[in-house]
């Protein structure tokens, strides 16, 4: 769990006890973490930096200063390559060695990121162009865009890699906020509903059945089926931000001080208290902005992959 001033939380989620807590030392507008959850990477957009969490520890382990403002993160499923989007393109850092190695040239504003589960394509939400970009992740090049409209924000994949969801801002009077989904084989948009104003975090269901997006602004989850593109429910829940762990039924979504934990129902299943005033250096309230959890998989603070995500501790 990362909240907007860059504090983290690292979360057991069998029982919502706070195991390990870090400061980052400034605004955090993205976070990824390593397949094998031994890594934290949380970016401190507003400063240009990429911080390096140890998730059993809480120590700050290195810092990439990058001189532009930086926005999203993802890594990929293989953990080989760490995308962050920022105002000139998308950097690629290298985790190994924590350097940058190249810089994407996208659309204009690049903002949610999202990898195929096969590594090969990195998908980007150009906000400025209405549109989502396809980058081939071995040359690091833009080879198509897809047309989706509005500003988009957030993307998500379906867990089989074939549906691609985008959640896009209202664009003027005329253009209302959306959720569109694009089929990953022929890259065309197959459905699209319209939200309101848009456009939050998107969450797919491990069966690929149900997406979550958090609508900020209206202070609301909307609960959408993903075979026929329809809202099935909206929860009024203000959230900015929705996660689920591979493999696992709940729904985790980040509000304020606390992270509140859906079932399968939509029914609240329990409600976890993060910390406040846990850093004598900077006190202050905790405000959860992020959730996070591994790629493909939970881990435990130690790094240790468990087979039961319920039975499991996350990184978050």
Known sequence: ???????????DTRNGAVLVRADTGG??????????????????????????????????????FTQVQLSHAVMRPDGRRLYVSASGGVAVVNPETFQMVAVIKAG?????????????????????????????????????????????QHLAISPDGKRLYVSSMRLGS?????????DTTTNQVAGTVDVGRGAGSIAVTPDGATVYLTLPKERSVLVVDAATMTVRERLRIDSP??????????????????????????????????????????PRLFDAAMIAFPPGGQATPTGRRTSSSRSSTGSS
């Open 1 to 11: 769990m990362v909240g907007k001033t860059g504090l983290v939380q690292v979360v």
């Open 108 to 152: 204009g504003q690049p903002q949610g990121l999202a990898v195929h589960p096969d590594n090969k394509i990195l998908y980007v939400a150009n906000s400025q162009d209405g549109t989502v970009g396809l980058v081939d992740t071995a040359t690091a090049f833009q080879t198509a865009t897809v047309q989706v409209g509005g500003l988009p």
């Open 27 to 64: 605004r955090a507008t993205g976070v990824a973490v390593s397949p094998d959850g031994r890594r934290l990477y949380v970016v401190n957009g507003w400063t240009g930096a990429i911080t390096v969490v140890d998730p059993s520890t809480g120590a700050i382990l290195d810092r990439l």
């Open 241 to 282: 931000n929705v996660a689920i762990a591979p493999g696992d039924t709940r729904v985790f979504l980040a509000t304020g001080a606390t992270t509140t934990v859906l079932d399968s129902t939509n029914a609240v299943l329990t409600t976890f208290g993060m910390k406040v005033g846990e850093l004598e250096a900077r």
């Open 174 to 182: 005329s253009t209302p906020g959306t959720l569109s989904v694009i």
